[in-house]
């Protein structure tokens, strides 16, 4: 997996999901308001500690986690 500078895991925080930059803001918590629509200055509004950078890079994560595993998807 690409190196991600602003997304950390710690055994001893949130049960060791990832997060942004070691607050207690889980990438999928952010990853949920987006595909919820939610645009990246409400989500700013929302989460005062949060960086534009800090989104772009869970969106970034979650692609990257995403092509790391085989994912069952319904055939048409």
């Keep these: 997996m690409k190196q ?3 997304i950390t895991v710690d055994p001893h925080q949130m049960g060791g999901i990832p997060c942004i930059r070691g607050l207690r803001i889980p990438v999928a918590t952010v990853i949920g308001m987006v595909s919820e ?3 990246e200055p ?3 509004k929302a989460y005062p500690d949060l960086e534009l950078e800090d ?3 869970a969106l970034r994560f979650a692609a990257e986690a995403v092509r790391e595993r085989e994912l069952p998807v319904a055939g048409s």
Aim: net charge neutral; charged share 35%.
């Design 4 to 6: 991600f500078n602003r």
């Design 37 to 39: 629509g939610m645009t």
């Design 42 to 44: 409400e989500i700013l």
């Design 55 to 57: 989104i772009r890079e």
